[in-house]
């Protein structure tokens, strides 16, 4: 048996304490309807492939695998219960973003010869017409986040735009995409992996918590409702204390802890701007707070640090700054690093909203803030700071 041809009406039913806490996160993130469309079909064809590139048809925990295919929604499996959607939409964006991820990492692929050809004619299975303006907007060798969280905002904006030419909600647009990808399989298994698979690999952090959060609440349910989007990102971004940088992140995710949670729960302090439903920018408020990791004794060996080779501006180390010299570093690693200007947010009283294409992209921006600052504040030997 082939996953395409499971019986889907003997699946489970949807997981009403996944779906609620999931919209949770897709609501602080106010993506646009088009971009949360987008999102939740391609989340729907992304979780069969989680699940074969974890076990075979034939393990005895398979069965109980396929939960994940219906925690957030219940899908017939059948494309042509969708009838008023057009395929071929879904293919072309699905065929560009992979020639897209070709040209962001200055790869040299056919990516053709991998789909499978149709004996006697022309037709490649997947294959579309080009669409040569979205693949001009893609930067050439310039690989960095800002290129990938533009790339997967277009790509989910374009795909959710036909779901909501067509009225569809968000539990049926996640449904019409888990249907859309065993339709995919019964033609091309093998290309339909590939396609799919090289655009869950090329997803910003953001992406990869809300995409890793159903397996998440079912492989560990416990760490999924103890943490905010925010700590998600952070963890997916940066590991945990168990990653090969624990000597480096321990402190400052135990000092995140501190934070942003009440004392002794995992229930999010109410100052925090950005977990509210507000215009207002968070970044200052961030930023002043994260220089104090230097006050609470977390840092016990700073050349842990140091040897890490995580400090990215080695300049700073040891050295004796202003505040407002310390900023500029920072956002000058940001700059660097990620591609990412976040000088915006420290100029005047910025509202959020006026330069990131949405609050979870900006979300993703105040961790990198987060982790850099404390970084970088634990290497130098003073910041005289500003009142």
């Known amino acids: 048996m082939n996953l395409y041809e499971l019986n889907f009406t003997e699946l489970s039913e949807p997981n009403l304490e996944f779906q609620t806490k999931f919209?949770?996160?897709?609501?602080?993130?106010?993506?646009s309807l088009e971009t949360k469309l987008g999102l939740l079909f391609f989340l729907g064809m992304s979780l069969p492939g989680s699940i074969e590139s974890?076990?075979?048809?034939?393990?005895?925990?398979?069965?109980?695998?396929?939960?994940?295919?219906?925690?957030?929604?219940?899908?017939?499996?059948q494309f042509?219960?969708?009838?008023?959607?057009?395929?071929?939409?879904?293919?072309?964006?699905?065929?560009?973003?992979?020639l897209a991820i070709i040209k962001m990492s200055?790869?040299?692929?056919?990516?053709?010869?991998?789909?499978?050809?149709?004996?006697?004619?022309?037709?490649?299975?997947?294959?579309?017409?080009?669409?040569?303006?979205?693949?001009?907007?893609?930067?050439?060798?310039?690989?960095n986040l800002n290129l990938v969280q533009n790339f997967n905002d277009r790509f989910f904006t374009e795909l959710g735009k036909h779901l909501s030419e067509k009225k569809y909600s968000?539990?049926?647009a996640y449904e019409a995409g888990l249907a859309f990808r065993m339709m995919m399989l019964a033609m091309d298994i093998e290309g339909t992996q590939l396609l799919i698979s090289r655009i869950q690999n090329t997803m910003s952090p953001l992406y990869q918590t809300l995409f890793c959060s159903v397996e998440l609440f079912f492989s560990n349910r416990k760490a999924f409702n103890a943490n905010h989007l925010f700590s998600q990102i952070m963890q997916i971004f940066y590991g945990g204390i168990e990653s090969p940088l624990g000597k480096v992140v321990y402190p400052i995710h135990t000092f995140h802890q501190l934070l942003f949670y009440k004392e002794s729960s995992i229930e999010f302090r109410d100052e925090w701007l950005f977990n509210k439903k507000t215009d207002e920018g968070s970044a200052i408020q961030i930023?002043?707070?994260?220089?104090?990791?230097?006050?609470?004794?977390l840092i016990e060996n700073k050349k842990d640090i140091i040897n890490s080779g995580e400090v990215y501006d080695k300049i700073i180390i040891d050295a004796t700054l202003s505040e407002l010299d310390?900023?500029?570093?920072?956002?000058?690693?940001?700059?660097?690093?990620?591609?990412?200007?976040g000088k915006d947010e420290f100029l005047g009283a910025k509202n959020?909203?006026?330069?990131?294409?949405?609050?979870?992209?900006?979300?993703?921006f105040l961790v990198i803030l987060f982790y850099e600052t404390c970084l970088h504040a634990a290497v130098v030997k003073e910041i005289n700071c500003e009142n």
């Open 23 to 31: 919209n949770e996160f897709i609501d602080l993130c106010e993506f």
């Open 54 to 77: 974890r076990l075979k048809l034939d393990d005895p925990d398979f069965k109980d695998e396929l939960n994940i295919l219906t925690a957030y929604s219940k899908s017939s499996g």
């Open 80 to 98: 042509y219960d969708y009838g008023d959607l057009n395929d071929y939409i879904f293919y072309k964006w699905i065929y560009n973003a992979n």
């Open 106 to 143: 200055g790869e040299e692929t056919d990516i053709d010869k991998y789909l499978r050809k149709i004996a006697g004619s022309k037709i490649i299975i997947g294959k579309t017409d080009v669409d040569e303006e979205f693949l001009n907007e893609i930067e050439k060798g310039v690989y």
């Open 170 to 172: 968000s539990l049926k």
């Open 287 to 297: 930023f002043k707070n994260s220089i104090n990791i230097r006050k609470t004794g």
């Open 326 to 341: 310390f900023l500029k570093s920072i956002l000058n690693v940001i700059q660097s690093k990620y591609g990412i200007n």
């Open 352 to 364: 959020w909203n006026t330069g990131w294409n949405n609050k979870g992209e900006y979300i993703q």
